[in-house]
Every structure is written in structure tokens, then in C-alpha cells.
């Protein structure tokens, strides 16, 4: 039964907004941070790559917005672009200037896009890739690969920890409320696994719509090959495949991980650092395909509806080509490539010299430290690893003023970090690996 208002606990304004946020948001936070209550904070401002909190703390920024921020907090040029477009009207619901340039830039740049459609998020956009891949396809079947995150959808979701472990390729739904969907309609393959990919997709093509992939899988890069060999996969069996370039897109090349790869998907998925912190997601693809999301074709045989109320809205929009346009400028990729291998080799440095068994991971800007050893191609390699200590670890940076997301996931560099930042960063966690070993 619920409780009036006036029944409920109130934290009192006077309380520490840490201590507010825990009266009204469920474990204190929006979701997945999993901070214990005497580390959780509520962040005041960002400027480049730190923030500060409500009390008045600094942190070293080493999670972006979840990567969506890699041009750096509050970056005058996407604040001038926002400032000169929200007296002009923050949303129509419709196609306006800057939306149209943005989507004439995404076509010009993806290999993939011939045609594209705006929505608020990357959790949206892989979920129309989907649709749109059952649709043109006519069959009800997705492989995923263990481990991957492709929003909050059902399926990005599926098999995302790995509690159980299942056999290939049955899917793990996480958490309550999504088994009936996910599992007729979900297949899992370990990723960098090409054999087990391949019997799984020859087993199962006569239903397999797609196949979704991260081409940088979490923080794990593609062995020589895979990729390719994936794209030729989906080809040999008439199955369609999907990048999942929320991350990838725009940061590890101007054209996303089809440009560093080498490898042109069927459809595609943007969100995150398209919109310079600002809330957007595209998805796009062949013509074909992307041509079922017209409005013409309601009640024909093979029809997508596709809305989105704030996809594409002008300020996200003008943020968005105010990003674009700075990633465009000289010397943008071979700097973060450069701030993200300095970061991962100082990182492997400390860990050698405090002989801590763990290993490094990631590419371009991007970065992890996993406790396992041995190989790792798969995230069942980085699970079976020491997963108690690399929280610990986190915990302990976050305690040293590095704000993290503690769950263990990669750590982002943006175009505002430097190797002063990463060196912060290294001494902090030398400091924080020094007392986990002495405990």
C-alpha cells in the first residue's frame, strides 16, 4: 500500500545532497554506479576533464558522461553553439536545419549510411537496428556476443555478467521481467570466437535476422581478422550485421570503428559522443533497409514505426555539429590514440612494479584494467579473473578524487585530458593499489 506524501522520509534540505539524493533516488544514484553511501557525491559542475562535487572536492574525470563527453565538460565552442540556438527554440519534433546538416554529415562520413533517423539515445538506436533487421529480414532471431552492452534495451542487456555461464549460444537474461522476450529470441557466441560464431550462425540462419557486435567489445579489441571474418560470416549465411558504434562512433576514428576497422556493417548505431554531452542518437543503413521506416508504408507487409520526440531536436543537434566540427581539426585522432596508449602503458608500468596480477586492456582512448591472466579474447576470460579486486581498486581511486564508475568497466579520455592528467591519474592509483595490497 503506498503512503501519503506527508508520510514519507524527508531527508531535510539543511541534510548533504549526498545524503538528499539517497532519500529520493534508489541506491543514490541514476543508475549502476553502486557507490557506497560515504563515497557518493553530487556533482556541482565539469570544466575540461574535472569535476567538482557540492562540497566543493575536485576529481580527475576518468568516465566522461559514460564516454559521451570527448570534447571535454562544458567546451565553449558546443556552448556557444548551444547558447545561440536555445532562444531560436529547443525542440519541434520535426526535421529543422541543423538536424538536416547533421544527418547530410553522417551520411557523408559512414560507409554504412545511406539514410538515417535521429532518437534520444544509443539504448534507442540499437533497438530500431534490430527492429529494422527483423523486418527486413522476416525472421525473429539476434546474436549477441557475451558480454556486450547495446543499451537498456532486452537484448543489449542479455548476458551482459555472466552469472551463469551458459553453454553457447543460450542467452542469460539480466534480471527479472525480460526472460519470455529474450530467450525464443537470442543467441550468445563468445566474442573473437569465429569457429563457435560460425556454427552457431550456420545452425541457426533460417531464423537469424542479425548480428550485433561492438567492434571494440567493451574495452577487448578484435583479434586480426574477426571482424572480417564476421562480415563475411553475415554475407555467406544472408544474415544482416549491426555495429553497435555508441562507443566506437566518432572516437576511435572521424568515421568510427567502420573507418579504424576496415569493416562496412548493414546498419548502424551513434549515440554518446555524437552529441558533445548533449542527449542524441542516429541510427542509419542501406537504403533498403532504412526505407522501411517510411510513413507510406503503414499496414504493408514489411513496415517500421520509428518515432522520437526529442531525436534530433535543434540544441542536440547544433551541439552535435559544434562536436564534429572540433573532432574534424588537425592532429585530433593522433592525440587521443597517443593520450590513450601513454595512459595504458603507465598503467601496465604500475602494475609490473607492484607486481599486481592484472593486465591492461583497450584501444585508442579508451582504457581497463582487468585482474585476470592469460589471454584475454573473450569476456569470459576477463569474468574468471579477480573481479573483488578490481572494484576495490576503483573504490579506492574514487576515494583519491578520480571519478569512475566502480563496477570495473573502461576508463575514457577526452580531447581536455593530457599526460600531466594521466600522470594524476597513475600516481593515484599507485597510492590506491599500495594500500589494497596492504590490507
Known sequence: MSRLATDRDVT?????????????????S???????????????RGEGCRLWDTEGREFLDFSLGWGSVLVGHADPRITAAVVRQAPLGS????????????????????????????????????????????????????LKFEGAYHGANEIGVTSLFGAKLKDWPQPEPLGDGIAAIVEPHVLVAPFNDLATTGRILAENAQELAAVIVEPLHRCLPPQPGFLAGLRKL???????????????????????AQEYYGVVPDLVAYGKALGGGYSIGAFGGRIDIMELVAESRLNRDKYV???????????????????????????????????????????????RELSV???????????????????????????????????????A??????????????????????EAICDEF?????DALVELKQA
Open 30 to 44: 541514476n543508475g549502476e554506479f553502486n557507490l557506497p553511501r560515504e563515497l557518493s557525491i553530487v556533482i556541482a
Open 234 to 256: 553475415c554475407d555467406d549465411h544472408g544474415v544482416l550485421l549491426i555495429f553497435d558504434e555508441v562507443v566506437t562512433g566518432f572516437r576511435m576514428a572521424y568515421a568510427g
Open 305 to 351: 514505426w520509428t518515432a522520437s520526440t526529442l531525436g534530433g531536436n535543434p540544441i542536440s543537434s547544433a551541439a552535435a555539429l559544434a562536436t564534429l566540427e572540433v573532432l574534424r581539426g588537425p592532429n585530433v585522432y593522433p592525440r587521443l590514440h597517443m593520450l590513450g596508449a601513454y595512459l595504458r602503458d603507465g598503467m601496465t608500468r604500475v602494475l
Open 91 to 142: 525542440n519541434f519534433a520535426y526535421v529543422t536545419e541543423n538536424s538536416l546538416r547533421l544527418a547530410e554529415e553522417l551520411v557523408r562520413l559512414s560507409p554504412a549510411c545511406d539514410r538515417v533517423r535521429f532518437c534520444a539515445s544509443g539504448t534507442e538506436a540499437t533497438m530500431y537496428c534490430q527492429r529494422l533487421a527483423r523486418a527486413a529480414s522476416g525472421r525473429m532471431k539476434i
Open 357 to 395: 596480477p592484472a593486465q591492461v586492456i583497450g584501444d585508442g582512448p579508451l582504457a581497463q584494467i582487468a585482474f585476470a591472466t592469460g589471454p584475454l579474447a573473450s569476456s569470459r576470460d576477463i569474468w574468471r579473473g579477480d573481479s573483488a579486486s578490481g572494484r576495490a581498486m576503483m573504490l
Open 397 to 418: 581511486l574514487f576515494a583519491r578524487g578520480v571519478f569512475l564508475n566502480p563496477l570495473g568497466t573502461k576508463l575514457y579520455i577526452s580531447l581536455a585530458h593530457d
Open 426 to 430: 597513475l600516481n593515484r592509483l599507485r
Open 12 to 28: 531535510p534540505l539543511e541534510a548533504s545532497a549526498s545524503a538528499r539524493s539517497w532519500s529520493v533516488f534508489p541506491a543514490g
